[in-house]
């Protein structure tokens, strides 16, 4: 039997893998379902529209021929297809001072995105025969123990548990073990102690290198800001990275994607890191709390000002809006006030480092316990080769623990 801590696509390859190595998986994963970086959050707009966002990864690429092996058998599943929109970019450095943008295209390169949601794939991977996936489950620490009563007992693990959004709750002992592996890096973080007041739950496995290890990667924060709005906005790009930005990296018409709703033009607009931390900064605030949500509501305003200012100057690059007049004191033109936006934090949206470049996984051989993600590969473009980087990871970690299990 195997464990895995968190349902991203890292955890849910690592999963699959195993099981199809004859493995009973159990995944582990705090939120309501699987995805992590590939989730997707459905809602509907004030107007009755069915509307769906792509909180994380945007699209993915694919650099090694293992990974587009991989990308070939997820195609053939029907869960990813080519986005086939219009990707540009914007060079923002004198926008502030002079108002001024330049927009080009970027080269042609084959996307992916998950069908008809991001997390499509991570949903197929769960659907693998041995695996059970255990939502809204948070992991709080390992006991490592011997089986029966003999000192020649086999090692074993157990994943002590609490339900997401109970802290007050038993804590429950689950499984007989022979492999963890842990992939949401939330285990190593010493926000546990000041969201939860708990310890850090890897500090009770006895892995004290692996623990060291992931502490070292330190992640970059991201608001994602999902925006609908009541008319198509006339751009000739679907997708823009943005440079030189203090607030906003990247803006995508999500409702360009195959397989999405379509109707209403969606945007997914991600921050900088910079701006996610001076706003995170002292002021942590847990989910679902009022106080969160107010948070998230000046963030959300926040962000669509310096969206609609950056749409605004491009449609201004392409000719669909005029340039501001500078011989009177009207108003700076704006995109009309959407029908719908909210604010959604991403906590760990990036890794600043990769910790294990040669093996690609961290592992304690003396003990089962592995550790894989995107943190452990460099990935082949910053940001959306961070799919690929984590798949890689998870495919040589399931590859060293069943190859660990075989050997014990």
């Known amino acids: 039997m195997a464990a895995v801590v968190g349902a991203g696509i890292s955890g849910m390859v690592a999963a699959s893998e195993l099981a199809k190595m004859g493995f009973e998986v159990h995944v582990y994963e705090s939120g309501r379902g699987v995805g992590g970086r590939m989730s997707t959050r459905r809602g509907e707009a004030p107007d009755g529209t069915k509307v769906q966002f792509d909180l994380g990864a945007q699209y993915f690429t694919a650099s090694t021929s293992r990974f587009q092996a991989i990308l070939e058998e997820w195609e053939k599943a029907g869960v990813v297809a080519p986005w086939e929109g219009r990707f540009g970019c914007i060079e923002a450095a004198d926008f502030v001072t002079k108002g001024v943008i330049a927009v080009k295209p970027l080269p042609e390169e084959r996307r992916w995105v998950g069908i008809p949601t991001m997390n499509a794939v991570c949903k197929h991977l769960a659907g693998t025969k041995g695996v059970q996936v255990y939502p809204s489950t948070r992991v709080v620490g390992f006991d490592h123990f011997r089986e029966g009563e003999s000192e020649e007992g086999t090692w074993k693990w157990g994943v002590e548990t609490r339900p997401a959004g109970n802290p007050e709750a038993p804590v429950v002992t689950r499984g007989d073990y022979d492999v963890v592996v842990v992939t949401d890096k939330a285990v190593a ?53 943005v440079q030189n930005h203090s607030m906003i990296a990247y803006m995508a018409r999500n409702s360009s994607k195959p397989g999405r709703p379509a109707g209403k033009d969606q945007w997914l607009v991600h921050s900088t890191g910079a701006y996610a931390e001076n706003f995170i900064a002292g002021n942590l605030t847990p989910k679902d709390t009022t106080e969160h949500a107010a948070r998230l509501k000046i963030v959300a305003e926040e962000m669509f000002v310096a969206f609609s200012e950056l749409m605004v100057a491009q449609l201004q690059v392409q000719g669909v809006l005029p340039p501001d007049s500078e011989d009177d004191d009207s108003p700076p033109q704006t995109l009309p006030q959407p029908l719908m936006m909210n604010a959604h934090r991403w906590g760990s949206a990036y890794p600043l480092c990769a910790v294990a470049v040669d093996e690609k996984f961290l592992c304690d051989t003396k003990a089962g316990f592995f550790a894989c993600g995107d943190y452990c590969v460099p990935p082949n473009s910053t940001p959306y080769g961070y799919v690929e980087a984590a798949t890689i990871s998870a495919v040589h970690t399931a590859m060293r623990a069943n190859q660990w299990s075989t050997m014990e």
Do not use: W, Y
């Open 189 to 241: 973080s010493e926000r546990n102690l000041k969201l939860h007041g708990e310890p850090m739950p890897i500090e009770s496995a006895g892995v004290p290198e692996i623990t060291r290890t992931m502490q070292k990667c330190s992640q970059r924060s991201c608001f994602a800001l999902m925006v609908v709005m009541s008319e198509p906005i006339e751009t000739e790009f679907d997708s823009f990275q």
